[in-house]
Structures are given as C-alpha cells and as structure tokens.
C-alpha cells in the first residue's frame, strides 16, 4: 500500500512539469486510456509467451490426436491410413473390454464425486459448527494427503491394504473383525472400491478448503435470524446452508467431476488396472495401448474423454467466469 | 443447556480422530523409516524399539538421492519460474486491454484447466521440437500445463490492482517491461506465491511427464528414483520408507510454510463472495 502512494505522488508532481514540453506529443494518460494506443502499454507480445507454450504443448497434442484417432497409426508400419470411425467402433464392439474400462472411470468418477462431497461437506461442517479449538490444524491435517506424490500414496496404500500384513486387515482382525479383512487390490470385485477408497482419502481435504471458505462466507446474520425464529440446526442446515452454498457444490461437483474422467495416476500406482482388467480406467488402457504401440485406439480412447471434458470445460469456465460475464 | 459441554467435548473428539485416521499413513512412513528391517516389515504402527538414523545416509547412497533431489529442484524451480513469469505476463496484458481478441484468447487460455493431456500426441511434439528426454523438455512441460490455472488465478487479481498506477508508471516514462516487472509484479506478490507454491508441489509430485518422456535414468526426478528404488529393495520397507520420508519431506516443509497461501489459492476460484 505504501509502495502504491509513493507512485500516486509521483505523478501528481510529475504532471504540471511535463505538461509545457510536451504540446507536440499526446498525453501518455490519454494514450492509455484510447484504445489503439493502449497495445503499447500492454502489448500483445506479453501474451505470446504463455499463448506458444500452451498452443504447442496442450493444445495441438490435443487436436493433433482427435485427427490421428480416425487413422491406423501405429508403431510398426510409417504409413498411416484413414479408417473414418473403425477406431471407435472397436470401443463400443465390447469385444475389447473397452467398455468396461469406460464403466470403470464412470463408476470411479461419480463414487468420488458422492463421498467427496458428502465427506467434505460433513467435514467442513464439524469444523464451523462443532469445532471451535485447533479448527486450523484440522484443515492443514486433512489436506495434508493432496500434497503427498502420488507414486508415494501408491507404495504406502499397497503396504496398508496388503491382504496378510497390512494394517488395515491386522486392525480389523485386532477388534474381532476378521472376517470382513479383505484382498482389497487383489480381490477383482473389491480393488475398484478399495482405489476409490484411497483416492477419498488423499481427494477429500481439497473438496472440504473450498466447501469450508464457501460455508464461511454465509453471513452470520442469516444463522441469528434463524435461531431467533426458532429454526433447530438440522433446519437451518437445510435451509440456510444448503441453499446458499449451492453454487460452490456445484464448482467442486464439476473438479471432481473432470477429475475422475481423466484419472490415471491412482489406479496406475495401486494396481496398474489390474487384477485382469478389473480396474483399468480409459486412461491406464490408453497407456497401455501406447505401450503397444497402438496408437490409433489410443488416440480414440482419448479423443473420447476428450469431447466429453471439452463439454463439461464449457461449463466449468461458465461457472468461473460467472461474476466476469455479469459486468 | 447442561448437554452442550459434552456435546462440543464430542465434537472436538471427532474431529481429533478423524484427523488422526488421516494421519496414519504418513506416520507409518515417519516411524518405519527409523525401525530395523524385520521391524519394518509388517508396516506396523509401533514405535521404533531403537531409531536407526543410518538408514538414511544407507538410502541416500545406495537410491542416488542426491542425483534426483537435484533434478526435482530443477524441474520445480523452473518450472514454476517459466510458468508463472508468463502467466503473469499475460494475464496482465489480457486484464487490462479487453479487446475482443483478448477476451477470446482468455477463455482459450482457460479451457486448458479442464483438458487432459492427450500424452500420445504429446509425444510427438516433443520428438518434433527435440525436447524429449532432456531436462528443458520436462521444465517446458510442467511449466506450460500451469499457464491455464496460472492466467486465471492473475487474471482476477489484476482487476483489483489500481489503472492509475499504469497511468503514474507511463507518465514517469515506463516502457511496457519497467511499468510489469517494477511497478506491478510486486503488487501481485500474494497471489504469484499462491500460484508459485501450487506449482513447485505440482511439479514435485508429478511422475508422469517423467515416466513418458524421460528414459535415461540419471535425469529422473526424486519421485520416479523411489518407484525405482522400491523396485530393488521392495523386500526392506524401512529403507523404502526412509527414501519415501526424503522425497515428501520438501513437500510437506513447503506446505506446512506456505499453507496460508495454497488454501486461500485453491479457494478464490470457486468460492466468490
């Protein structure tokens, strides 16, 4: 602030000294505010910079891949046909488990977004109503995991969920609990839901920052005039808190929302997709499939998710740019 | 009324546990990297009988720690030196001369938040411009995948930075580059250490650039060497935890600093008044 003031004074003393002189040049204040003058001051070359970098490196990866998902590229032959659609029809022939690996990234997609929001919320909620000491050190302490590298997450869970040694068995074992000790990463029925699981715990403190800024920013007065009226706290968590922080449900629901589509890491740390295929998400088969050097259904797989994130991109930068537009 | 004391002891109790159950793995971590080999090798969450401070030294040596600390600071660093100078830049210029051109660059900037990483294609583009596997092709790489979040989280702070001192900096004879990097990027300190801290853990963090693009071992980041390391020593987990303690302990210093900042960072942009 103080730095600012100076400046402001600056000017105001630098005014009537340049003003003589300067009869045959334009005043440099009006120059800004002209608008073919302004592209001096901000010139356009100050965009170049981030406008080449994310040009080449996401965005023409990106349509480059949507052409090449119509071809036969692939690792073996430099001659690269057109096969139209033939490249998606062997995802949705279901003779390739392709399909399973897109109900995979939906049911992962839309667990998360359930106990994420559902967690964070009663999270953030315990934090403003029932917690009054160490509120602070809670926060830091559950979003401590998303922070921590993934491959990292990865090792420790697979120690953890180890279906002889791991903690969680041993513990469940320790209170009598045996029986429900499971092959969590092994057992093809359960590895989805034991991913989801681990993917909650290092997901969830980010959803409960934001859920937490939004419940703080409800006027207090709301609250008052509800308890005046009578209103018990379910009531009012229904109808003060809720309501109002519709909007901000609706940001996390659409992050987790791009997250859960595009996930690879967590399911490429913890069990690579396996048992089988019994975990493999769109993005681990598109590793895969890279692997083998068949890059035509790669690209397609991805060219697939692509167009469903541009979808909900479009809302996402709805949303973002809300208060912007409303100008 | 008499309910309430018990009620909030609840509450705090809770919170306390819930925190506790979050905790977990990451003391498994603290505590398994000071135990001997057979007492590491359950994962357990005893304490230590004795702390074996060797077996850091051992991992350091034997993991080429020092090698690929080096590289992760060079790639984070970098990175988030590249990518939120830039940023900067041009949230700036696209804040203040709203052109239609502008304002149609700004959301094709935008868009990049929510697009995947098509790694296929990429591959391509970094054979072509000859960035793949060197250490410039992965500082490159992370640093253009913050440019989309970088230019939206400036953009908005921009806005509240006063035209006047524009117009003061001009009249004092600034050029373009004086009135950015004198006048205006100290200004923006709040939020480019908010931008800077999400992007030096993202960088950390991230072992996919690597894995795809980046096959000579020596040029690995700290994250990759202990996926590497576990692969040799998987049988002795104090050894793999002693490595794993080094490799997030960057991270979580930085975090714990800087907390303030990445919380208020991961809040402005879904949470406006």
Request: aromatic share 12%; proline share 4%; glycine share 8%.
């Amino acid at each position: 602030m103080q730095r600012s003031r100076a400046i402001v004074e600056t000017k105001a003393d630098a005014k009537p000294e340049a003003q003589p002189g300067t009869k045959s040049r334009p005043d440099p204040v009006a120059r800004i505010k002209s608008k073919n003058k302004r592209g001096h001051t901000y010139p356009f070359y100050f965009v170049a910079g981030a406008l080449i970098l994310y040009t080449v490196f996401s965005v023409i990866p990106g349509l480059t891949g949507l052409l090449y998902s119509f071809t036969d590229w692939n690792s073996y032959t430099t001659d690269v046909h057109w096969v139209g659609l033939d490249n998606f029809a062997t995802i949705f022939s279901g003779d390739e488990n392709y399909l399973s690996f897109v109900k995979n990234t939906l049911v992962f997609t839309a667990l998360t977004i359930i106990l994420k929001t559902v967690l964070g919320l009663a999270f953030a909620i315990l934090l403003t109503e029932g917690v009054k000491k160490l509120t602070n050190l809670h926060r830091v302490i559950v979003y401590l995991p998303a922070v921590l590298p993934m491959l990292v997450v990865g090792l420790v869970f697979k120690s953890i969920l180890n279906p002889q040694t791991g903690l969680v068995n041993e513990f469940l074992r320790g209170i009598g609990l045996g029986g429900l000790a499971q092959k969590w990463l092994v057992d093809a029925n359960i590895a989805l839901y034991s991913i989801i699981g681990v993917d909650t715990w290092k997901g969830v403190g980010y959803i409960m920052v934001i859920l937490l800024a939004g419940i703080q920013a409800i006027p207090k007065d709301y609250y008052e005039a509800g308890a005046i009226d009578g209103a018990n706290p379910w009531q009012r968590f229904w109808h003060i808190t809720m309501p109002l922080l519709t909007p901000v449900i609706t940001v996390t629901t659409v992050l987790n929302l791009l997250y859960g589509l595009k996930v690879f890491d967590i399911v490429y740390v913890l069990t690579n997709g396996g048992p089988g295929y019994a975990t493999d998400v769109v993005f681990t088969s598109v590793f895969k499939e890279f692997g083998q050097g068949r890059y035509g259904v790669a690209t397609a797989l991805s060219t697939l998710l692509f167009l469903i994130m541009v979808v909900s991109g479009y809302f996402v930068i709805r949303l973002m740019t809300r208060k912007d537009q409303a100008e | 009324m008499r309910t309430k004391p018990f009620k909030s002891i609840g509450f705090n109790l809770l919170a306390i546990v819930i925190s506790v159950v979050i905790f977990i793995p990451i003391y498994i971590i603290i505590v398994n990297s000071l135990k001997t080999k057979t007492d590491a090798a359950t994962m357990g969450i005893g304490l230590p009988t004795s702390l074996h401070f060797e077996n850091f030294s051992t991992v350091i040596e034997k993991g080429k720690l020092g090698q690929s600390f080096l590289n992760s600071m060079l790639y984070s660093v970098g990175s988030t030196i590249i990518g939120t100078t830039l940023a900067a830049m041009g949230a700036f210029v696209l804040s203040r001369n709203r052109t239609r051109l502008n304002r149609f660059l700004y959301l094709f900037l935008i868009m990049g938040i929510a697009l995947p990483t098509n790694y296929v294609t990429l591959t391509q583009v970094m054979q072509v411009t000859h960035l793949i596997n060197t250490q410039l092709g992965i500082i490159i790489l992370h640093a253009a995948g913050q440019i989309p979040f970088g230019i939206f989280l400036i953009y908005g702070f921009v806005q509240n930075i006063p035209r006047e001192l524009d117009e003061a900096a001009i009249v004092d004879g600034c050029g373009p580059w004086r009135l950015f990097f004198v006048v205006i990027m100290p200004l923006m300190m709040p939020v480019l250490i908010t931008l800077s801290v999400l992007s030096f853990l993202g960088a950390w963090s991230d072992f996919i650039a690597p894995l795809y693009f980046l096959n000579n071992s020596d040029l690995w980041p700290m994250t990759l060497a202990v996926y590497n390391f576990f692969g040799q020593f998987q049988s002795d987990w104090s050894l793999v935890s002693a490595d794993i303690l080094l490799t997030i302990l960057p991270v979580l210093v930085v975090y714990l600093l800087a907390q303030r900042f990445i919380l208020s960072g991961l809040t402005s942009g879904a949470v406006k008044g």
